[in-house]
């Protein structure tokens, strides 16, 4: 299912906008997290390794739609976390889509069919339930037995009161190319469009066996992609991007084109990569030293090919040469021959460890902001 005509009308509109005011970096999607709870505990994720004090911050209503209007991103992504556990989900939506601004709520599903009310379907609104591949595989990537039917049932539910719903996917090592293709085939029945992205090594994340290196990412998806041939499942990336992930394009990231809001403050540099946090978009774009980060750039950077960083890229690619993108629709995504040449890494800066100054830094807020009452009530007493 192609994405709805709107959404890909409009952002082409503003990418082309940015374009013309000669605007390199600018924000094509707000990555929204407005908490880092889960309700389940994935092994490949690196989102959920906080304190209790950390896990139950949340960001308000307000903080928010200020993200969204100091952002001005034409799309919002609502990942965390699962946003449906945050008590005014709802009103976060509404507010995003009454400034006609698209929403992508992100959700493993599990609360989905009881929340559903506190929606209502939009042209501007879709949820983007997280799938990892079929039953088997997918109940084994979020470590629990039954998710998988629970979230398949909850999509039909969605769908049949007038929601749009599509999939996200993140692949992994390991994953058969033919099993990620039956999952493809399955998606086009169930009627919704799929996300997809090799998962990004998350240096908090449980597993640590199963990241795909960009080699190994090439291979799998032109394996993925040749049995896929004629059979048109509904991507809902630019063709450009789905040629980048088989080989067939050499190009860097564009870690401000989804800019990530969550409740440490504005992410450095990107979604997946936590070097540094800011109290305004402003300061995130001025600050943040863009040229240090990426794959040839900074070891953390070496294997990534999510979509977060290189979509934006992509889409740019897509708007500003549309021939190229126009003979990709009509070729299809080349499955065989040499690969494009990859980028070196040999002057890449190595790694460094700061998650832990960051965490100090959030806990040491929490726990000054609880002692203040305290403090007040003592000083009158």
Wanted: contains cysteine.
């Amino acid at each position: 299912m192609p994405l709805p005509f709107l959404k890909e009308r409009r952002i082409g509109a503003y990418i082309l906008k940015q374009k013309f005011l000669g605007h390199k970096h600018y924000p094509l999607v707000l990555m929204l997290e407005p908490l880092f709870r889960c309700n389940l505990a994935c092994a490949g994720c690196g989102k959920i390794d906080y304190p209790d004090d950390i896990l139950d911050q949340r960001l308000s209503v307000e903080e928010c739609l200020k993200a969204v209007d100091e952002c001005g991103a034409p799309m919002v992504a609502i990942p965390g976390g699962e946003p449906l556990i945050h008590k005014e989900i709802g009103e976060i939506v509404s507010g995003i889509v009454a400034r006609k601004k698209f929403v992508s709520l992100c959700t493993n599903a599990l609360l989905l069919e009881k929340k559903l009310h506190l929606f209502t379907p939009s042209p501007y609104l879709f949820f983007s339930v997280h799938l990892d591949g079929l039953k088997a595989h997918h109940d084994k990537s979020v470590c629990r037995d039954g998710v998988f039917d629970k979230a398949v049932a909850a999509i039909k539910v969605a769908k049949e009161k007038g929601f749009t719903v599509n999939v996200n996917a993140t692949i992994f090592d390991g994953h058969a190319p033919e099993d990620v293709a039956a999952f493809l085939d399955f998606c086009k029945e169930l009627g919704v469009g799929v996300s997809i992205s090799p998962g990004y090594a998350y240096e908090r994340a449980p597993d640590q066996q199963h990241f795909l290196n960009r080699k190994k990412t090439k291979e799998l998806f032109r394996k993925i992609f040749a049995l896929g041939k004629g059979k048109r499942w509904g991507f809902a990336h630019s063709a450009v991007f789905l040629d980048f992930l088989a080989g067939n394009q050499s190009f860097l990231c564009s870690p401000w084109g989804m800019p990530t809001r969550n409740v440490f403050g504005w992410q450095k540099p990107c979604y997946l990569l936590g070097e540094g946090f800011t109290s305004s978009y402003k300061e995130l774009m001025e600050t943040t030293d863009w040229d240090m980060y990426g794959t040839g750039r900074y070891e953390k950077c070496a294997n990534c090919m999510a979509h977060c960083g290189y979509e934006p890229t992509a889409a740019d690619i897509a708007i500003t040469n549309p021939l190229k993108a126009l003979v990709l629709a009509l070729r299809g995504i080349k499955t065989s021959g040499p690969m494009a040449p990859e980028i070196a890494m040999d002057k890449q800066r190595p790694a460094v460890d700061v998650h832990h100054l960051h965490v100090e830094r959030q806990l040491a807020q929490i726990h000054k902001a609880k002692a203040a009452p305290l403090e007040k009530i003592a000083a009158t007493m």
